[in-house]
């Protein structure tokens, strides 16, 4: 049996569905204890079948996480049409679903 605590900090409202995948991330890393880089950044909502579903602002939202020195940031492969990734340093992730990131994180 373990418990896992999520601690948004300052007490934070969240109520943007981009965080989805960061939060599933996070508990399946504390629950397998299995650290993650601290250079990936997830911005993706997750659907009940586990499909990353595209986020809103995706290009602000990598312009972000890029100007923080991520190496990387995970999105949903939906969120990618018409996305200009040349003039990012970060290394975009587009991915179909929960499993395929669970795969590339974990192994």
């Not at 900090?9 to 981009?18: C, E, M, N, R, S």
Request: glycine share 6%; aromatic share 8%.
């Amino acid at each position: 049996h373990k418990d896992v605590f999520l601690n948004i900090a300052g007490g934070i409202k969240v109520d943007d569905p981009a965080i989805d995948l960061a939060v599933v991330v996070s508990i399946i890393s504390s629950s397998e204890d299995i650290s993650i880089s601290s250079q990936y950044c997830f911005a993706s909502e997750i659907g009940l079948s586990g499909e990353l579903r595209p986020v809103i602002r995706i290009d602000q939202r990598i312009a972000e996480a890029d100007k923080l020195g991520f190496e990387k940031i995970f999105i949903s492969k939906y969120n990618t049409k018409g996305l200009d990734t040349s003039r990012y340093k970060i290394e975009i992730i587009p991915l179909a679903n929960l499993e395929d990131v669970i795969r590339y994180i974990f192994g």
